[in-house]
């Protein structure tokens, strides 16, 4: 049976309208105060879900702040500084999103004088404009009913209705999408949509639910089942993968620090880092040897002066910090630079750079 085709047997006795009026009358009363609700604006929502995105939201609240005292409107962000936009999301993680967004706000701004569309068509064929964030805007900006579906909600609606699928699976969120569709108040779809993702927030939570105080608990068949704590069904993620590097603070004789730029595509595309030698490449007894092929300069390595360990979703850096001193040679990498070390916090950095920041005293 297609997708489509089971919704009406999931929703075969639900209230609809008792789920829409309890969700949305709760919500209004007591939804967080968060600067991205202040009003409507449709860059404001955009920049802040794809902010939200694999991010708590007390984390993005200063940097959302930080971001539109910068870049205030879509022209100023499609005309600011690649690497501007960077420093701005630096810590935030995920660099990827920055990049899209800007590259779509410069979109926007070309071909529609700076308004975000108001159209599905135009808006998917925005670079970084997936399903879920253009049901975000259109919903909540536009108070358009189109579905905004992401791991909260889907988490919400698997206890509600009692779906079993496995929401890790790409054909599961097709299947909440068109039950958004069947569900969505068309009255007031902006109030459902987030009144969804904040149940999700701060209710619904992945690991014991308030179900006590969840607004829609008449409705909630897991709930009556005592099931919540079951679902939603997800299968597990694979492995991360272990990345053993050693980072290397070199400094000349002027007291500058070697710098260098990462691809400009790729994990962590066009951000700074200080040079890493993959350990799989090299044995540590050979790094100056190393060093000089790579690089033209001749290095003395000194101590260790570090151990660090960065866990992104899909692989783990262990990272041995390790200082050294330029000996002789012409730098010959043109990705890469001394920089006085007052003047290194104006770069972004990762997050797994930045703490090596603290030994450039």
């Known amino acids: 049976m297609k997708k489509e085709e089971r919704v009406p047997y999931i929703l075969e006795n639900f209230n609809r309208q008792a789920f829409q009026n309890q969700l949305i009358e709760w919500f209004m009363k007591e939804q967080r105060i968060l600067p991205w609700r202040e009003n409507q604006d449709p860059y404001r929502v955009w920049v802040s879900e794809i902010m939200l995105q694999q991010t708590r939201v007390d984390t993005v609240i200063p940097y959302f702040n930080n971001f539109l005292e910068k870049f205030p409107t879509?022209?100023?962000?499609?005309?600011?500084?690649?690497?501007?936009?960077?420093?701005?999301?630096?810590?935030?993680?995920?660099?990827?999103?920055?990049?899209?967004?800007?590259?779509?706000?410069?979109?926007?701004?070309?071909?529609?004088?700076?308004?975000?569309?108001?159209?599905?068509?135009?808006?998917?064929?925005?670079?970084?404009?997936?399903p879920y964030t253009k049901g975000a805007i259109l919903s909540i900006a536009y108070d358009q009913p189109e579905p905004a579906v992401d791991g909260n909600v889907m988490r919400v609606l698997s206890r509600i209705l009692l779906v079993e699928d496995d929401i890790a699976k790409a054909s599961t969120k097709k299947l909440f999408e068109f039950l958004i569709h069947d569900l969505i108040s068309y009255e007031d779809p902006s109030s459902f949509n987030q009144g969804l993702m904040e149940l999700g927030a701060?209710?619904?939570?992945?690991?014991?639910?308030?179900?006590?105080?969840?607004?829609?608990?008449?409705?909630?068949?897991?709930?009556?089942?005592?099931?919540?704590?079951?679902?939603?069904?997800?299968?597990?993620?694979?492995?991360?993968?272990?990345?053993?590097?050693?980072?290397?603070?070199?400094?000349?004789?002027?007291?500058?620090?070697?710098?260098?730029?990462?691809?400009?595509?790729?994990?962590?595309?066009?951000?700074?880092?200080?040079?890493?030698?993959?350990?799989?490449?090299?044995?540590?007894?050979?790094?100056?040897?190393?060093?000089?092929s790579e690089f033209g300069l001749e290095i003395e390595l000194g101590n260790t002066v570090d151990q660090i360990r960065h866990v992104f979703s899909h692989l783990i850096w262990n990272m041995e910090v390790k200082k050294a001193q330029i000996q002789t040679g012409h730098l010959e990498k043109s990705n890469t630079k001394f920089v006085a070390k007052e003047d290194i916090l104006s770069y972004p950095f990762p997050v797994s750079h930045q703490k090596v920041h603290k030994h450039l005293k």
Do not use: H
């Open 74 to 130: 879509p022209e100023a962000l499609a005309e600011a500084d690649e690497q501007a936009v960077l420093k701005a999301w630096e810590g935030l993680g995920y660099y990827s999103r920055a990049r899209n967004l800007q590259n779509a706000v410069r979109e926007v701004v070309e071909k529609y004088e700076g308004q975000i569309p108001d159209n599905k068509a135009k808006l998917s064929e925005l670079k970084g404009v997936g």
């Open 202 to 292: 701060i209710i619904c939570t992945p690991k014991s639910p308030s179900c006590l105080l969840c607004p829609v608990q008449s409705e909630c068949r897991a709930f009556q089942e005592g099931r919540e704590s079951e679902l939603p069904i997800k299968t597990s993620k694979k492995k991360q993968k272990n990345q053993p590097y050693m980072a290397l603070l070199i400094e000349n004789d002027q007291g500058e620090v070697l710098i260098e730029q990462r691809p400009s595509n790729g994990l962590l595309a066009s951000l700074w880092q200080y040079p890493m030698v993959p350990m799989s490449d090299i044995q540590k007894k050979d790094i100056p040897s190393w060093f000089y």
